[in-house]
């Protein structure tokens, strides 16, 4: 099955700081999210974005779908951004359910 | 206001019993999906239902069943043949359109 990758595993930041989050795939893709898990474990929806660039306030996403890469992009972090980021994807053809990353961890220190 | 309901918050099962999880959408979504999380890891795919009276096993399928009776309801119920099921259970909802996932807020069961 499809392989997804997400880098770093784990990211320590101060606050007010900007991060960069990777997420690596290794079959082309119809569909692509970004969710953030909070520390009770739910998972907020950031992204849909198979493919190009979206901003939403601090936070924006890139998808390279012909180099399958995805990146999100957090700028100037607040502790509120705490927890874990997590990369999904599903193949091409499949009736798109999805394959996660393993996640990055990200903490931000006040 | 549309959402994922998911039920109980916590769940307690003795080693040997059956025990069923349920999921709820008034989202008016076609389709659904059930995922496990271990500590530490990503989200696993159990079974997922695209219509009505249809489903189909993910990657870990082994030691649970679902039901697709309603399009508002996809229950999972974790069986005793399941080796390990202490974990976080996440089920998810999309529309036919397709803008992405809608996940509920999960169910942790623990085995005693």
């Known amino acids: 099955g499809i392989q997804v990758e997400q880098s770093p595993p784990d990211l320590i930041l101060q606050e007010g700081a900007n991060s960069t989050l990777r997420c690596n795939f290794s079959d082309s893709v119809n569909n692509l999210q970004w969710f953030h898990q909070n520390p009770w474990g739910q998972l907020i929806n950031l992204f849909y974005i198979p493919s190009g660039t979206k901003q939403n306030g601090r936070l924006s996403a890139t998808t390279v779908a012909t180099e399958r890469y995805s990146l999100l992009y957090i700028s100037s972090s607040q502790t509120t951004d705490s927890g874990v980021y997590f990369c999904?994807?599903?193949?091409?053809?499949?009736?798109?359910?999805?394959?996660f990353g393993s996640g990055t961890q990200l903490t931000v220190l006040p | 206001d549309g959402g994922i309901t998911q039920s109980p918050k916590y769940l307690f099962r003795k080693e040997g019993q059956n025990v069923t999880l349920s999921c709820e959408q008034n989202l008016n979504h076609d389709a659904m999906y059930w995922y496990r999380q271990d500590p530490g890891q990503g989200l696993r795919l159990i079974y997922y239902?695209?219509?009505?009276?249809?489903?189909q096993k993910g990657d870990i399928a082994e030691g649970y069943s679902v039901s697709r009776e309603k399009k508002e309801s996809f229950p999972l119920t974790v069986t005793s043949a399941q080796k390990n099921p202490t974990a976080f259970y996440l089920c998810a909802s999309s529309n036919r359109g397709f803008d992405g996932y809608t996940f509920g807020s999960g169910t942790r069961l623990t085995v005693v």
């Open positions: 999904a994807v599903a193949p091409s053809g499949s009736a798109r359910q999805l394959t």
């Open positions: 239902s695209q219509i009505v009276n249809d489903f």
